[in-house]
């Protein structure tokens, strides 16, 4: 093992998707798994294949697509679940199983009902059973953070001997303190007579808002695994954000003996797509990613800044991919130029074609706005497309007027045909989607409906995600335009042509650690 090394295991997609209201589609999973892959994560944890048709579906298409990350899936120490995970990763160039089983007294008696024997025998058993698939086998007792420090050491030093390489210590619940936890760390790996032949990870909830705090503490005490997501998404209060802990080591090398290999340029691109994707925005006072930052009202600290950026920074905004320069682009700004800006911003077009329609894109903005900012161009490179083949926008005239009911008028072109239809509702977003409703006969629920600008300013893109349901199903969609109803209407048609394609997606999934 490189002491010197720091792995990151995203979970984004598995953990992070557990989130109430972030699942994600298949296309969806993919552009991130891509983005984590530029990101340069060592690990993409891509699903829990057993949970779902779709879990299973994407884990198997980001394995044939992603190269230079490691792809893992997460199986319980079932045969079932092990067989379904080693099916999902067949074509993945780095494969990797991650099986649990829970080790606290209260999971064992009140969850699982099994005795400590037979907690030990199963994991054991799961890992043997992992490694006919692959050999890179990955291993958590859950809830670790409340087990009894004696029979969760004797569950590892087992793990190891049955051929598992990770060793990742959760603290499910988010119950641990810094101190604690890293004590926690330091007393497995010198209690563990095999310890030397495992790489030990951290798996840290937020429940207590601690879940940085405690990762770190970890990897002061010997711990080189860090399971995070972008943005800290994830069940509950959420996981250690990948954001927070990379740039924490980054920054403070004179703490930390290791370091990640990270490309943090690209930092802030990754965390607009993820919020962009699932609907969560991102709060302006986030550290690292918020808006607000790398931003400073405080007269004194302004003077500061001005004098000498370290006296209240103490990263660069660069770092992150946030670049500030005297270059603005507008709607009379060339090829050159734009190209000169997607460099600056780490925006890497996949050839002419991607390039021109990323310009086409920037100039149809902006015919719109008067001034184009970094956080436009970063969402029209990550954005996800607002309409299919099946339902195609054509036509929308919305009228608000004092106190009358607003009045939408929508033309939608469906499998080539021209239908229309006029409706009332209680605002213009509602009445152009009861305009919409009448013509699709959907059913569907609106069970999310969010807008975010995604920069400051009366011209200001709006940026509208919204989740419908059906039938437990659930689709996702994303729209965005200056004109805010307008794009409220194409997030709408962006989830029903993903309803329309998928009516019978299988959306259910099951807890892991």
Do not use: W
């Amino acid at each position: 093992m490189n002491d010197k090394n720091l792995i990151i295991f995203d979970t984004t997609l598995r953990d992070g998707e557990q989130s109430p209201g972030a699942s994600m589609d298949i296309d969806e999973k993919m552009q991130i798994a891509i983005a984590l892959e530029e990101l340069n994560v060592d690990i993409i944890e891509a699903g829990f294949p057993i949970a779902s048709i779709g879990d299973f579906k994407a884990v198997q298409e980001i394995s044939k697509v992603v190269t230079n990350s490691g792809i893992c899936a997460l199986a319980r120490a079932l045969d079932k679940d092990i067989s379904t995970a080693a099916e999902s990763l067949k074509d993945a160039k780095s494969p990797r199983i991650h099986t649990f089983i829970a080790t606290s007294p209260i999971h064992m008696e009140k969850k699982l009902k099994m005795s400590p024997n037979k907690v030990l025998t199963s994991a054991v058993t799961a890992i043997e059973l992992a490694k006919t698939f692959t050999n890179d086998v990955e291993f958590s007792p859950e809830d670790a953070g409340r087990s009894e420090l004696k029979f969760l050491c004797e569950v590892i030093e087992a793990a190891i001997d049955a051929g598992a390489k990770t060793i990742n210590i959760p603290d499910t619940v988010g119950y641990n303190l810094p101190h604690q936890f890293g004590d926690l760390i330091k007393n497995i790996i010198s209690s563990v007579s095999n310890s030397d032949k495992a790489i030990f990870s951290v798996h840290c909830h937020n429940d207590l808002g601690l879940a940085v705090g405690n990762s770190l503490s970890a990897v002061m005490n010997g711990a080189r695994q860090v399971e995070c997501t972008i943005n800290g998404l994830g069940e509950r209060a959420g996981n250690a954000a990948l954001e927070e802990i990379v740039m924490t080591v980054r920054t403070r090398q004179d703490v930390f003996k290791c370091n990640t290999k990270i490309d943090s340029k690209k930092i802030l691109k990754c965390s607009r797509l993820v919020s962009s994707i699932t609907g969560f925005p991102v709060q302006p006072n986030k550290a690292i990613v918020g808006k607000n930052a790398f931003a400073h009202e405080s007269g004194i600290h302004q003077d500061g800044i001005i004098k000498s950026r370290e006296t209240y920074e103490i990263m660069r905004a660069e770092d992150i991919g946030l670049v500030s320069n005297s270059l603005v682009l507008g709607k009379h700004s060339g090829r050159n130029a734009f190209k000169q800006k997607l460099i600056d911003l780490n925006i890497m077009p996949k050839g002419n074609s991607d390039f021109d329609n990323l310009f086409y894109k920037f100039k149809d903005l902006a015919d719109k706005k008067h001034e184009i900012f970094d956080e436009d161009l970063i969402n029209l490179s990550s954005n996800v497309k607002v309409s299919a083949n099946l339902i195609n926008f054509k036509y929308m005239n919305v009228i608000t007027e004092t106190n009358k009911k607003p009045h939408a008028h929508i033309k939608l072109e469906i499998d080539g045909v021209l239908e229309e239809a006029e409706s009332t509702g209680d605002g213009a977003v509602d009445a152009a989607y009861n305009a919409i409703e009448s013509i699709i006969k959907s059913d569907c629920k609106l069970t999310l409906y969010s807008v975010n600008n995604i920069t400051s300013g009366t011209d200001a893109q709006g940026e509208v995600t919204v989740r419908i349901t059906k039938n437990n199903s659930v689709f996702n969609g994303h729209g965005a335009d200056t004109d805010i109803v307008k794009a409220s209407v194409l997030a709408l048609l962006n989830a029903l042509n993903k309803f329309k394609e998928n009516p019978e997606t299988n959306s259910s999934k099951k807890r892991g650690i």
